[in-house]
């Protein structure tokens, strides 16, 4: 079964994206609520759906939840651009396409706090989810609408969806 790397070095931040100092996977998802970035990209297609990744069973924090489409931690020395194009390759296979920036907050959960910069783009090519997932599909909005709050989602992704222009609908 995959395991993801405890060991890997991500850079600790402070809450305007600036670099205070680095840590492992493993501490930064201990508890210790040492602020690290990661990057999301929502994937719509030109019918307005929104791809949603499964999490696998074997993940670490929100086993077997749907989520954003594109989700992962900036690698130390990394910039978010580069995390982002890195990131849709491994998970979705995506290369080409155009991000908007959506902006950034700080999310915070038992095990974690992350500075988040969120991107949206639309894109109707191939999309092949990674083994690192368990698949995907596009979900129209009335569809994620009705299983909110039912415990499908991860609690990130249903709350990016009040704090982020996404949806308009849900933002609060």
């Known amino acids: 079964m995959p395991r993801d790397n405890n060991q890997e070095m991500f850079p600790l931040v402070d809450e305007q994206g600036n670099i205070t100092g680095a840590a492992t996977r493993g501490e930064c998802h201990s508890g210790s609520k ?3 970035p990661v990057i999301h990209l929502h994937v ?3 019918q307005g ?3 949603l990744q499964k999490r696998p069973a074997w993940k670490d924090i929100q086993p077997d939840k749907w989520d954003t489409s594109v989700g992962g931690h900036i ?3 990394e910039s978010v651009e580069i995390a982002l194009r890195r990131e849709s ?3 979705l296979g995506i290369t080409d396409f155009t991000p908007e920036f959506l902006g950034s ?5 038992e095990r974690e706090k992350e500075l988040v910069f969120v ?3 639309v894109y109707d090519g191939e999309i092949q989810p990674s083994d690192e997932l368990d698949g995907g599909r596009f979900w129209s909005i009335e569809e994620i609408k009705k299983s909110l709050g039912k415990e499908i989602f991860t609690p990130n992704f249903e709350g990016e969806l009040q704090k982020v222009s996404l ?3 849900l933002a609060k």
């Open 34 to 36: 040492l602020l690290h």
């Open 44 to 46: 719509f297609n030109s």
């Open 49 to 51: 759906e929104l791809f």
């Open 75 to 77: 690698d130390l020395g």
């Open 89 to 91: 390759r491994e998970e």
């Open 105 to 109: 907050y700080v999310f915070e959960s």
């Open 119 to 121: 991107h949206k783009t």
């Open 167 to 169: 949806i308009p609908s």
